[in-house]
């Protein structure tokens, strides 16, 4: 039988933590249980795993006491990292210091790892994701580029899954990702079961229909500053990148690099974003049609915008609106 380490921190919790923690023990216990039920063995012994054998997780009304701990497992093969206040390890607390060394140490010897929402940033701070891909919540985005730049973050992903290491996206979607475990290592009809059972969407994998873009200002890049306010401020008119670097006095090529360098994006990505960010709350507060609510936020070819906004949310913008707009 393979080994389940459910990570319970004893500290910088949230109740984002007890979720995970909750939802991931009962998610693969049902999967188990399943397994037998069909005449097959329980794939995964699962244990809640804390740092020491007499601290335990306790949040406002909460509590969760781990079954475990680190010190008493030699090897596990699969860690699941719940979300948590964690954002790099200079600020994590002692115990939370042994459990990111725990992880590293698993991963060596083979273990394969999962980080859920804000778990990311344990994860990141093993060194272990450095060059690799990751997901995180859109909301921390920022946050985590700033923290971690040598991790290629996608947070249009709900899910990556690269060399043993998986993440996923923001808030409950944590669930999405369990269901993806559960399918890679029981099978797809236990993780169909599960998704019956828990009444989760299978097979969901971007959560940028979820995202709300609100630039990348945490920089110190004047020019580039300035340039984004302008964009967010003229995107419906029609704007010559070109144009703008000259009235910033920097040469094209040099502005692109600082922009990317500064934001994550080239100018054009950013405008784009800038552009359907309004689309979509148009989409989502008011009657207007696809075509009117593209010539608003300065599009005039609909198979561009179209293109565009999917590329963006996943959506098509009738979809979109569809999904979003109550007087619909």
Aim: proline share 2%.
């Amino acid at each position: 039988m393979k080994h389940l380490s459910i990570l319970v921190p004893d500290e910088q919790t949230t109740m984002s933590t007890v979720a995970c923690i909750v939802g991931a023990y009962q998610l693969f216990t049902e999967a188990n249980k399943y397994a037998i039920k069909h005449g097959e063995k329980a794939l995964f012994e699962i244990e809640l795993v804390g740092a020491t054998p007499n601290n335990f997780l306790t949040h406002n009304f909460l509590s969760i006491k781990h079954t475990i701990s680190i010190t008493e497992i030699n090897k596990t093969n699969l860690i699941l990292i719940p979300a948590s206040l964690i954002r790099s390890y200079e600020m994590a607390t002692p115990n939370n210091k042994l459990l990111i060394h725990w992880i590293a140490k698993q991963y060596k010897q083979g273990a394969e790892l999962a980080s859920m929402c804000a778990g990311s940033f344990m994860l990141a701070s093993t060194g272990i994701l450095a060059g690799k891909v990751c997901s995180t919540h859109w909301a921390l985005a920022e946050n985590f580029r700033e923290l971690y730049p040598d991790v290629n973050l996608q947070t249009d992903q709900l899910i990556t899954d690269e060399n043993g290491i998986y993440t996923n996206g923001g808030a409950y979607s944590f669930l999405n990702l369990l269901l993806y475990l559960v399918e890679k290592f029981y099978g797809r009809q236990t993780a169909i079961h599960c998704a019956k059972y828990f009444q989760i969407d299978l097979d969901r994998t971007l959560q940028s229909e979820f995202s709300i873009f609100n630039g990348h200002k945490k920089h110190s890049d004047e020019e580039i500053l300035k340039a984004q306010l302008f964009l967010e401020e003229n995107y419906k008119d029609k704007i010559s990148i070109e144009k703008l670097s000259s009235e910033l006095n920097i040469g094209r090529r040099n502005f692109d690099r600082r922009f990317i360098k500064a934001t994550g994006l080239t100018p054009i990505d950013y405008l784009q974003r800038v552009k359907i960010e309004a689309a979509k709350k148009m989409f989502e507060t008011s009657r207007k049609t696809v075509h009117e609510i593209m010539f608003e936020v300065g599009y005039t070819d609909t198979k561009a915008f179209r293109d565009v906004f999917f590329r963006v949310t996943g959506l098509s913008p009738l979809s979109y609106k569809s999904k979003y707009n109550s007087k619909n």
